[in-house]
């Protein structure tokens, strides 16, 4: 599948960003592996957007890796104090991200970043699900996403950094090159990301979630819902027709909760497909015992042009809030971020050419 091929290496050379110490040693590093590792993944120490490297090791890694960055390409700022931010990849395909400075305790920094150039799960309320997946993004573009809104935003350390895969993709569908970049996120050399900063969120993928259940390091998991019965959620979300809510609450079951975790589940509210009472009943039945161990997240759906879908009235959203309360569920409305500017959750979608329906790998779906 043309999606499913590696991003263009430069000259057939490795990204510098996908590579551990060990690989950097085998590569003939000159100098420390472990210090030019160091040196690439803290970008508090760069100078001038790019790693401080003596001029040796510097020559030496330009002729086995590929050193190039996404490029940050657009910034726009919405009233909320988030900026949703566009980056150019090596092949000139566009991802886009979110910068989320925590409103009360600064300096803490959250990125919503992408996973894959578009997503093939195809969920009909989705603006990314619309336009189809052009392809995954490396280990190393994942990486050097990180590194790049880092170096130009911030935060100044690792410990400061929060991620959630909740860009552009479904990062279950990506899993390989996923969990690559999460071991080098974690590598303490480098940025030395707790597990519990990273959060992966999933349309419920159970082949890719229960391998990512035996991972490790293992991310926090964030499922999203949208609909309680099958008949509603295979009519909006496709991976369901496959793997069902029975399927899927068995394989939360399996994943074995460690202490001090929780799984996050999202429910986007659309107006009259999945906002009524008895919805919210059946959300409380299906978590079961889980109930004690989660967050959910309600969404009131962000309307963009890709879909016909409503968001439902404030008073739905909270009499829908209530009743998952009076159940005993952990409740948070959340206006998505970046409303105003489409930077919102699901609308994370590139201009013209890359939003057609009818494109290549479009074409490849289903
Ligand atoms: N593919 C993954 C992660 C990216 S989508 C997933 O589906 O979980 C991130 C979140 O945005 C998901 O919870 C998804 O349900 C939500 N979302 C998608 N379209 C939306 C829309 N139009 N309005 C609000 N949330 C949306
Ligand atoms: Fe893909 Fe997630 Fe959008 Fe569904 S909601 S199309 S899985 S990005």
């Given at each position: 599948m043309p999606w499913d091929r590696p991003a263009p290496e430069r000259g057939g050379l490795p990204s510098a960003w996908s590579l551990f110490p060990?690989?950097?040693?085998?590569?003939?590093?000159p100098g420390s592996a472990l210090e030019t590792f160091r040196r690439l993944h803290r970008p508090w120490t760069w100078q001038d957007g790019a790693p401080a490297l003596g001029p040796g090791i510097r020559r030496w890694l330009e002729g086995v890796a590929d050193l190039s960055l996404p490029r940050l390409v657009e910034?726009?700022?919405?009233e909320d104090g988030s900026t949703k931010l566009a980056l150019e990849l090596g092949d000139g395909k566009r991802i886009e991200a979110v910068h989320m400075p925590?409103?009360?305790?600064?300096p803490r920094v959250t990125y919503c970043v992408s996973s894959?150039?578009?997503?093939?799960?195809?969920?009909?309320?989705?603006?990314?699900?619309s336009m189809g997946i052009l392809r995954n993004l490396q280990a190393g573009e994942i990486l050097g996403q990180v590194l790049a809104l880092m170096a130009a935003l911030g935060p100044d350390r690792g410990h400061e950094l929060t991620l959630v895969f909740m860009g552009m993709g479904e990062p279950l569908h990506n899993l390989e090159n996923l969990h690559r970049a999460i071991r080098l996120l974690c590598h303490e050399s480098g940025l030395g990301l707790g597990k519990g900063r990273i959060t992966v969120s999933t349309a419920g993928l159970v082949s890719g979630l229960e391998k990512l259940a035996l991972m490790e390091p293992r991310p926090l998991l964030a499922l999203s819902l949208n609909a309680t019965t099958d008949e509603a959620r295979s009519r909006t979300m496709p991976v369901n027709r496959v793997w069902n809510l029975a399927r899927l609450r068995e394989a939360l079951d399996r994943w074995g909760l460690?202490?001090?975790?929780?799984?996050?589940?999202?429910?986007?509210?659309?107006?009259?497909?999945?906002?009524?009472?008895?919805?919210?009943?059946?959300?409380?039945?299906?978590?079961?015992?889980?109930?004690?161990?989660?967050?959910l997240n309600l969404i009131p759906l962000n309307e963009h042009d890709a879909s016909t879908f409503r968001t439902p009235e404030e008073d739905r959203v909270q009499a829908f809030a209530q009743r998952l309360k009076a159940r005993g569920c952990f409740v948070t409305v959340r206006r998505s971020r970046g409303r105003d500017i489409q930077g919102a959750c699901g609308q994370l979608v590139k201009a013209p050419g890359l939003g057609r329906k009818d494109n290549e790998v479009g074409q490849e779906r289903g």
């Open positions: 060990e690989d950097l040693a085998a590569l003939g590093c910034q726009q700022p919405s925590r409103r009360v305790r600064n894959q150039v578009g997503c093939a799960m195809g969920c009909t309320f989705c603006a990314t699900g460690r202490r001090g975790e929780k799984f996050t589940f999202e429910y986007v509210l659309i107006a009259g497909e999945n906002d009524t009472e008895a919805d919210a009943e059946r959300l409380a039945d299906w978590l079961g015992d889980l109930r004690s161990a989660h967050n």
